[in-house]
């Protein structure tokens, strides 16, 4: 079944389901219990069975800034996916950039791949991993006193050790939000070391909100080769995001999307979906992003995306279908405009992602990962007759936040 770029639909395991439909309400009635199962319990897909994949031009391959590396302008985000069948698909297919990370399904992402790159000419794929450091203040995005920048080199041995290589070609920085951070010292040296050992041809850094500041931080370190950005036709700064984007390209650095699919769906019931392809080329008609790294789970949804490697020019029809419309859809773009009226002071952003991640990707352990990491009441939104809170995109904040807390409760072995 067809999941757009990000959900994955399970039909086993019956026994989780009903255990789910039964323990839990809300949430479980949508991305728990609708027969849907986290990346690391998807069914096996089939031997690959893709049409020939189209001519690739000239144009649909770009250069990621001074590392000197060629890509295709779609490649794949590894995240939500756990058939090695699918990512062999994908780099047969024509693709080449693989990007995963240290945490994504607590390892078994990078185990996966593990199991499909030996055989396959090191200069074939580009490997890419990122390393999230614990002591990282969600809130303010600051590190902590007690950070310890050898996490960094800890991390990526095992990440190493699950890829079943040497070395990876880029390690981000994962999901920073403040300039400090970016330039933070002690961090930079422990990137810097990585990449004089080897263990990492090139150094990057994501960000998932406030990116002009994060983007425009790594052309200032000048240490940076690589950003990993969100960048998508529903960001409200989206402009502003543009012009940090130009800078970074001007400065030599690769750029690679994500988020470029913005949720996925047009409304919270998941009836509307995005037109996916003309999201996807709404992000690459901008030269100066030199791949996307779209999540697909089937090889229809891989299919599409070698589509748009065949033909990324964006048509007036799909243009036309990216006209914004007046609902809340499943996308926070992190404005940030929810956090001053909350009394909670709660971190509404990463809790709308974690809404994301649970109920449009239905990447529950994701989901839960977030939850978890977050330093939230017991019960938030529950002591308060009315919430303050408006979102500018018009979210109900309070009605998402109490749904997906509840996925806290889930047993772990549930929810992998």
Known sequence: MRNTHGEIMNTSKLERRDFLKLGTTGLAAGALSAGCATVGAAPKLPAPNLQAPPTQPASA???LGRTGIEVPMVSMGVMNADNPNLVRAALDGGMRLLDTAHGYQDGRNEEMLGTVLPGR??????????????????????????????????KLDISLKRLGH?????????????????LHEPILKALLKAKQDGKTRFIGVSTHKNEPEVIRAAVEARLYDVVLTSYNFRQDHHLEVQRAIAEAAAAGLGVLAMKTQAGLYWDKEKQKPINMKAALKWALRDPNVHTAIPGFTTMEQLQADLEVLGDPALSPEEAKSLEP????????????????????????????????????????????????????????????????????????????????????DVPREFVI
């Open 61 to 63: 391959r770009r250069v």
């Open 121 to 154: 000419k090191r200069d074939s794929f580009v490997l890419c991993t990122k390393v999230h450091l614990s002591t990282l203040d969600r809130q303010t995005g600051l590190f902590s006193a007690d950070t310890r920048p050898e996490e960094i080199e800890e």
């Open 166 to 182: 040497d070395h990876v070609d880029i390690l981000h920085l994962h999901n920073q939000t403040v300039r400090e951070s970016v």
């Open 325 to 408: 419309q007046k609902l809340a859809g499943l996308y926070c773009q992190g404005c940030e405009q929810c956090l001053a009226p909350c009394p909670e002071h709660l971190p509404i952003p990463d809790l709308m992602r974690s809404y994301m991640y649970g109920h449009a990707y239905r990447n529950r352990e994701a989901a839960q990962s977030l939850l978890l990491a977050l330093s939230l009441p017991r019960s938030p939104c529950e002591d308060c007759a009315t919430c303050p809170v408006v979102c500018a995109k018009g979210i109900d904040v309070r009605e998402r936040i109490r749904d997906i807390v509840r996925l806290r």
